[in-house]
């Protein structure tokens, strides 16, 4: 999977977060587990690779809500590779 796939594939786990109005610290099991589901079976990504970007879906929706930072310098306070 290239970028531009896994970016799109963090996107449209990012809209179905913003549409269920899941707080972007959530850490329930069970509530994650239907965004794991989601990336695996809907969007055809491999069981380890829809945790990695479920994971990126909530690091993006925290560094999308903080005002005071910004992400391309200080990307690697939240371990994001931002060149």
């Known amino acids: 999977m290239d970028d531009s796939e896994r970016n799109s594939l963090v996107l449209k786990i990012v809209r179905l977060l913003e549409s269920d109005n899941v707080s972007n610290d959530e850490h329930d099991p069970k509530i994650l587990e239907k965004y794991y589901n989601f990336a695996s079976n809907e969007l ?35 371990a994001a590779g931002f060149s």
């Open 44 to 78: 055809g990504t491999e069981n380890l690779n829809a945790k990695e970007i479920v994971n990126e879906a909530f690091l993006y929706l925290k560094m999308q809500n903080t005002t005071d930072i910004d992400p391309v310098k200080e990307g690697d306070r939240f």
